[in-house]
């Protein structure tokens, strides 16, 4: 619909250039165009003319910045005069696995303070890796009266009493998401700040604390919240509880358990049983921790609608797994531990032919010893059975360049590709070589793929084959791959829609590093971390390219010319002036 | 800008030679001293005093910590970014003789094993979910009353258990049923592993070690089984033994086969001059008594 209008539009622009003023009225055209909702479509609206640079601005009430340094709060202020809701990322990937200093910025408090003058009426607030403080919720608490959804993924820097501030002042509250954040988890009395009047929150997720919360208090707040529809426990809730909460809410369509262990008598089972699959919306279903065999077939008749799926909390066996998902048809995204080993994930290929989306993370990361988890048999079987899978997250400790080639033939759909072999620079262990045709096998058949994290013993011919083939890759992660510059230069000279790199300990340098000049204006961001690039690269860099940012952070007792972490990204509100010292801007 | 340093001999492929010569045209030359941190080939008993600063030929040594500006020194912090280079060493007999500077400067200065576990950030899980791992077997394990010995395999056993309360026993072993157990060689941090579910007596697993370490990636040839291991008979250089569930170290051979896969934990392939005091060296002749 709105490609076509769109061309009508244009095309009555362009013919009547001289009368577009009397035949074109800009409210027609901001009409049309606030129909639009993608921001990458908007982007390309605004580049049209003049004049659709102009309704464009004037319509577009969401604006995404993916870097949150790319852009200051007063130009956005200037160019959106109208934006309710606003999404911002902050720290680089890398942040997630402490790779980035503790205060290394993307706070959050200097955005506040302009939306608080120019965005009054702000509802909206999604922050990926911003720090953020409680004063800062505070301010946010207080200073937007229509303020309505808050979401923290991966932020850090606040505590619980910055919760209570918004539980506190926020009266028309929809949307309270916290999730994965380093957050200071002082205490449960947040949740008892939420008015006894207030009746509007539809989300809530605090799967992410530890501490106890009070019962008392979540139960009234489900009860008089009748528009609730996601709810995520955490752990401190036990299964007596739950029971009593769903039966207040039998129309929620996400939920989070809270601890899925306790000793339960045969009539406290069967009545979370018949609260479970009195839950005829539920679609998604989370949390689960401890869960144990016994209990588990509480799940079976809320499963049958069950699309997304995340056991990833919960070390279940394969036998579990298997009697689990054979009763979810229409299962979309599965997420599991790799306790549940090959045989869970022959399961998985066997109950779930809907299946798009598969994540297997390592329940023991560190145990080098004992070999369990998931092999590369386990991810064929899957690909044999789930035709439809195109995004896959899979650590395990061994894989084959054949296996990846079957999978990738039973699927050729996938557009996120995310293994991870977990012993670092691990070869294929049959034939004992590097993993370089696996990865060739993805991008050669994968057309669509557009995010791709590399693993295992990788030599430059990955690269070559990354560049010459991954014509839609977007995001493209690297660790302890690689022979030489020629690899990353592969990849900068390939890969047209490249916009997120980032490396660490290649060997890759400075000759890498220059010759990506020009790519890096059209790029979000670049990192390079423990690679061989030099404190004089990094200059020359900034220097010839003033659009980009560059900065370096050293680390303790590093020589003074190498530069240990790198992070390269296009801005257009220069160099920024909050970096740490360990931070250096060139 | 490191364009004026001497290059390693022999030690690197094109790919270094591209790089210099991109480098000498595009930066102004700099106090070459600094950058021979960057790499300690360990045939840097024929090579103090030269070093490369930037895109050598193969492994993936990045930079080296604590590393200072002496020339050829060797003396580094060895990092996970040297294990690529060491397992390249083992599969690219052919590659360029710059993956085995790290390898070989590995294989001296590391005594210990090094896998995932020991590189800042990897694997790559969110700090929150590797609390959350840590806090669910922490409970695991506070849950069994466990009286504090470190072993690996306990909070294992214990999730087992507490996993299994139903009260089926699962036959699950302590190698999991995948029968995988991890071997290492002396002189190399990284390990493999052998299914042992895979064979059937100790001269068939004895073979595919010496497949996994001993003979070239390359190698078409193999020895026909029913020539004795040379592990096992004492003529090779090396020995096999391995960990029982008690800890000790054994002389693989001593007891039947059977017995041998329900207690092994894992490998090791030792220098004989390690293996002093792990009994006598049985004959071949034992073996097969053994089967």
Not at chain 1, 516 to 525: I, N, Q
Not at chain 2, 96 to 107: F, I, L, Q, Y
Not at chain 2, 183 to 210: C, F, Q
């Amino acid at each position: 619909m709105e490609s076509s209008e769109l061309k009508r539009s244009k095309d009555s622009v362009n013919s009547c250039e001289s009368a577009r003023r009397s035949s074109f009225p800009d409210e027609v055209l901001e009409r049309v165009l606030s129909l639009l909702k993608s921001h990458r479509d908007r982007s390309s609206v605004s580049l049209v003319c003049k004049d659709w640079y102009n309704a464009e601005r004037w319509s577009r009430t969401h604006v995404f910045i993916g870097n949150c340094y790319s852009v200051s709060p007063e130009i956005v202020a200037r160019r959106f005069p109208r934006i309710r809701s606003v999404t911002l990322k902050g720290k680089p990937r890398f942040s997630d696995f402490n790779l980035v200093p503790e205060n290394w910025g993307a706070d959050i408090h200097a955005w506040l303070v302009v939306f608080a003058a120019e965005y009054p009426f702000l509802e909206e607030l999604r922050l990926k890796r911003m720090a953020i403080s409680d004063e800062s919720l505070e301010f946010l608490a207080v200073s937007f009266p229509n303020f309505k959804a808050l979401s923290l993924l991966s932020c850090d820097g606040f505590s619980t009493n910055g919760l209570a501030a918004i539980a506190t002042h926020c009266k028309n509250l929809t949307e309270l998401d916290i999730q994965e954040n380093g957050i200071d988890d002082i205490g449960g009395s947040w949740l008892s700040c939420f008015p006894e009047s207030f009746t509007t929150l539809e989300v809530l997720n605090f799967a992410n604390l530890t501490s106890d919360i009070n019962f008392d208090a979540l139960e009234k707040l489900v009860g008089r919240c009748k528009s609730m529809r996601v709810l995520k426990l955490n752990r401190s809730v036990s299964l007596e509880q739950l029971q009593r909460l769903l039966v207040n809410a039998p129309q929620l369509a996400e939920l989070g358990t809270g601890l899925f262990s306790q000793e339960l008598t045969i009539r406290e089972y069967e009545e979370l049983e018949s609260a479970l699959s009195n839950c005829k919306n539920m679609h998604t279903l989370s949390g689960l921790w401890d869960a144990t065999g016994i209990y588990l077939p509480a799940l079976y008749l809320a499963c049958t609608h069950l699309t997304f799926l995340n056991l990833s909390y919960a070390a279940l066996q394969s036998v579990e797994l298997a009697k689990l998902l054979a009763h979810c048809p229409q299962l979309k995204r599965l997420w599991v531990l790799d306790t549940v080993e090959d045989k869970g994930l022959e399961a998985v290929g066997l109950n779930c032919p809907l299946l798009e989306e598969l994540r297997v993370f390592p329940a023991d990361p560190f145990d080098d010893e004992i070999v369990h988890g998931v092999t590369e048999a386990g991810f064929v079987a899957v690909s044999f059975g789930c035709p439809r899978l195109h995004y896959v997250l899979y650590f395990c400790r061994q894989m084959t360049n054949a296996a990846v080639a079957t999978i990738v033939q039973n699927c050729p759909d996938f557009t996120h590709f995310r293994l991870c072999i977990m012993n670092p620079g691990q070869p294929d262990y049959l034939t004992n070589e590097p993993m370089d045709e696996a990865f060739g096998a993805v991008v050669r058949t994968c057309t669509k793929l557009q995010r791709l994290s590399v693993s295992g013993l990788l030599t430059d011919l990955t690269f070559e084959y990354i560049g010459r083939y991954a014509k839609n890759l977007e995001t493209l992660s690297v660790a302890f791959a690689g022979r030489s510059d020629w690899g990353m230069q592969c990849v900068l000279g390939g890969c047209p829609k490249l916009r997120k790199l980032e490396i660490r300990d290649c060997p890759f340098g400075n000759a890498a590093l220059l010759s990506g000049l020009e790519k890096y204006e059209s790029m979000r961001s670049l990192w390079m971390s423990a690679c061989n690039v030099t404190m004089n690269g990094c200059r020359l860099l900034a220097r010839e390219m003033p659009w980009l940012n560059v900065e370096v952070m050293k680390e303790d007792g590093s020589d003074d010319s190498q530069a240990d972490k790198v992070y390269v990204y296009r801005s257009i509100a220069g160099p920024r002036r909050d970096a740490p010292p360990s931070v250096l801007t060139l | 800008m490191e364009g004026g340093l001497v290059l390693l001999g022999g030690g690197n492929g094109d790919a270094s030679s591209r790089v210099s010569t991109d480098e000498s045209a595009v930066l102004p030359k700099v106090e070459v001293v600094s950058e021979a941190c960057s790499s300690y080939p360990a045939e840097s008993e024929l090579e103090l005093g030269l070093g490369l600063s930037l895109g050598w030929g193969g492994g993936a040594t990045g930079k080296s910590k604590g590393a200072n500006s002496s020339w050829g020194e060797c003396g580094r912090i060895l990092t996970a970014k040297d294990f690529p280079s060491v397992v390249s060493q083992r599969t690219n007999n052919g590659g360029p003789s710059g993956t085995k500077r790290a390898a070989e400067s590995v294989s001296h200065e590391s005594g210990s094993p090094t896998g995932a576990s020991q590189v800042v950030g990897w694997p790559p899980i969110r700090a929150y979910r590797m609390n959350s791992l840590v806090n669910q077997a922490k409970a695991q394990r506070g849950d069994e009353g466990d009286s504090g010995i470190v072993e690996k395999d306990k909070p294992k056993d214990a999730l087992k258990k507490k996993l299994n309360c139903n009260g089926k026993q699962t036959t699950v072993n302590e190698k999991g049923h995948l029968g995988f157990v991890k071997v290492n060689i002396d002189g190399i941090p990284i390990g493999r592993k052998v299914d042992l579910n895979a064979h059937s007596s100790y001269e068939s697993m004895a073979h595919a070690l010496e497949d996994m370490f001993l003979r070239s990636a390359n190698s078409v040839e193999k020895e026909p089984l029913t020539m004795a291991s040379k592990l096992l008979d004492g003529s090779s250089e090396f020995v096999l033994t391995y960990e029982d569930k008690e800890g000790d170290w054994m002389l693989v051979g001593d007891v039947p086969w059977r017995m041998f896969v329900s207690s092994v934990r894992r490998l090791r392939i030792m220098r004989p001059s390690e293996a002093n005091g792990l009994g006598m060296k049985c004959t071949s002749k034992t073996y097969s008594e053994n089967q």
